[in-house]
């Protein structure tokens, strides 16, 4: 079909200029005129769907390979298996809760921590800093991304868990003993050391991802609300992040794709003992830190598909995370507007 | 009721560029006045020193004295207080997106704290039928967002937003030149009905408009105001050549 918009020149060894001369200047040319640019564009057009289809069967080939390979446990443990505190490679008797548990806490745990922060920092280089401070303060952020996992682990293990021992955790108990939640020997490692870790890891991806959100929430926006009497606070809460939430949303589920999936710094910290404890100072295990430690001494064959199927519980864990997070974002964007909590 | 607005040597400047030189106005109090002048004479910069929203932009700086009623707007005054008193309409309808039709209007108040129920019923309905918006919406209050209405109705929401906090001054920079002739009928309607209760001072690039909701007009060019008299006056018989020169076209 020849589009109607663009219509394209006739080929016949003239220059196009002289044919044409009644035209007006401005008319658009198409960028490729001949034929062969068709082909080319299908071509392309080809190879791209072939990449597109090539992801989505290597995402199947994942899961193919990790059902196959765990089917050994399966069979052995059942649905047993994701409910059993019991990890016993001696007697080859395994139960990843601990480590499905683990996982949630300390990733949780990092959210808590990390999305304040991370909006905070958002909000100042944004809306508050003076221009010159804004391109380095976002710069160095964005740094921290950059940082290899092991060495957050190391600086974990030299300076926050020595922190963590002497100063933090005897505050925590003294003063929110109470709840439960931390009490206990300080030993500094252990899930509360895993989670601000993880914390400090995730804190680049929110807040760059939210400053950008917010950069994008137009400037009327923020006079609409100013223009009402707000105070600079209001007119950030009001005018920019509820008009960025949804944005934000996707911001935060960035990071807990991260956090969940992250091995390193946090088998350097947690403790790596499948135990489910309510203290936050007791050590725990990660089902990626699990896999990682002990894969490449898994003798047994059902200690092997155990490890194996932790691997799948983690996937799936990690798919439906972002599936709900989708959908509340999905939700959100449809434009429903949602109560006003000014 | 609206108050007089005294507006005395008042300069304002982006970073080291003056966009406003010596400004010497007044406004009546329960009249429109309409702020005329070709593009980027410094109309809008002008009325967003009013409210001061010019200060809101980094580098930008005003210099002068504003009054408005009894407050004076640079000295003595927050700018919060001065905003709640000086309502403003801005040329882009702003509706806040996240919020419902019902709860853009009552965003003011709730900013100022007001949290029953039946009194934010009553302002909103209130404030809606000051815009004349309220037939078209009552139905829909909390369901339908404030970006999912019209340019005009988006326009006339944000004006029952600006009055439900029941200001003394409303400004409004060009509100009409997004909208279609039938909404913009609207919009100068209700200007005309507001004006009873209000300070409106109103730009707009259009003399038919001003000469049409307007009894006093300023004519501004290159940041000065070349001449400040009665709509009538201006239109017909101006004494400034260069104010003639405008309204008849010979320049743009
Ligand atoms: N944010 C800004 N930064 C720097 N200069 C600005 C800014 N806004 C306006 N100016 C300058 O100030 C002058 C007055 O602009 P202003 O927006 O007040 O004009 P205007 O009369 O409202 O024009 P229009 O009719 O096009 O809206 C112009 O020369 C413009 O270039
Ligand atoms: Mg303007």
């Not at chain 2, 910069?45 to 009894?70: D, Q, S």
């Amino acid at each position: 079909m020849a589009n109607q918009a663009f219509p394209r020149p006739q080929l016949t060894g003239q220059p196009v200029s002289q044919k044409t001369t009644v035209e007006p200047k401005t008319r658009p040319l198409p960028l490729m005129p001949s034929s062969s640019g068709e082909v080319a564009d299908r071509l392309f057009g080809f190879a791209m769907l072939t990449c597109a289809v090539a992801i989505l069967g290597l995402l199947v080939l994942i899961v193919y390979e990790l059902v196959g390979r765990s089917q050994l446990s399966w069979h052995a443990f059942g649905w047993k298996f994701f409910a059993g505190r019991d990890w016993n490679p001696v007697e080859e008797h395994f139960g990843a809760l601990p480590f499905i548990y683990g996982t949630l806490v300390s990733s949780l745990l990092a959210l808590i921590i990390a999305v304040p922060l991370a909006v905070g920092v958002a909000v100042f280089t944004t809306e508050m800093c003076p221009k010159w401070l804004r391109g380095p303060l976002s710069f160095t952020t964005e740094l921290l991304a950059a940082i290899p996992s092991v060495i957050y682990g190391l600086w974990a293990i030299f300076v926050l868990v020595p922190l963590l021992r002497q100063y933090v955790q005897p505050f925590l108990a003294r003063t929110l003993g109470w709840t439960g939640l931390f009490e206990g020997p300080p030993y500094g490692i252990g899930m509360l050391a895993a989670g601000i870790i993880l914390a400090i890891m995730i804190v680049p991806i929110i807040s760059s991802i939210t400053r950008e959100v917010l950069m994008v929430v137009p400037q009327h926006q923020r006079e609409g609300v100013l223009a009402l009497g707000a105070t600079r606070w209001e007119m950030i809460r009001i005018g920019v992040l509820r008009n960025a939430r949804a944005g934000i949303l996707g911001g935060v589920i960035l990071g807990l794709g991260r956090a969940l999936g992250e091995t390193m710094a946090v088998t350097m910290v947690i403790g790596n003992r499948p135990e489910i404890a309510r203290s936050l100072f007791a050590p725990g295990y990660t089902m990626a830190s699990v896999i990682a430690n002990e894969f490449s001494e898994a003798t047994g064959d059902v200690y092997l598909s155990a490890l194996i199927e932790i691997g799948l519980a983690l996937f799936l864990v990690t798919i439906v995370v972002n599936a709900l997070a989708r959908l509340m974002v999905w939700s959100v964007t449809r434009g429903l507007p949602a109560r006003a909590h000014v | 009721m609206g108050v007089t607005i005294h507006v005395e040597n008042l300069n304002a400047w982006y970073g080291k560029v003056q966009a406003l030189h010596d400004i010497n106005l007044k406004f009546e109090p329960n009249h429109a006045t309409a702020l005329i002048g070709p593009s980027g004479c410094g109309k809008s910069t002008f009325i967003r020193c009013l409210n001061r929203m010019h200060e809101t932009i980094p580098e930008a700086r005003v210099k002068g004295r504003v009054r408005i009623g009894e407050l004076d707007a640079y000295n003595g005054t927050s700018a919060t207080q001065l905003r709640r008193r000086v309502g403003m309409v801005f040329q882009k309808p702003n509706p806040f997106p996240s919020m419902s039709i019902y709860d853009n209007v009552a965003s003011g108040l709730k900013l100022n704290g007001v949290r029953n129920r039946k009194q934010l019923d009553e302002v909103v309905e209130r404030s809606l039928n000051a815009s004349a918006l309220w037939d078209e919406v009552k139905d829909q209050l909390h369901k339908q967002s404030g970006a999912g209405l019209s340019g005009g109705q988006q326009q006339r929401l944000c004006i029952a937003r600006a009055l439900a906090v029941e200001p003394e001054v409303l400004l409004m920079d060009e509100p009409c030149s997004a909208l279609d002739p039938i909404s913009t009928g609207k919009i100068e309607e209700l200007i005309f009905q507001l004006k009873e209760q209000y300070t409106i001072v109103i730009v707009t690039h259009n003399m038919q408009q001003a000469a049409r909701v307007a009894e006093f007009t300023g004519f501004f060019l290159l940041g000065k105001v070349i001449e400040f008299d009665k709509t009538e006056k201006i239109f017909t018989n101006p004494s400034n050549k260069r104010t003639e020169d405008y309204i008849t076209g010979r320049f743009g």
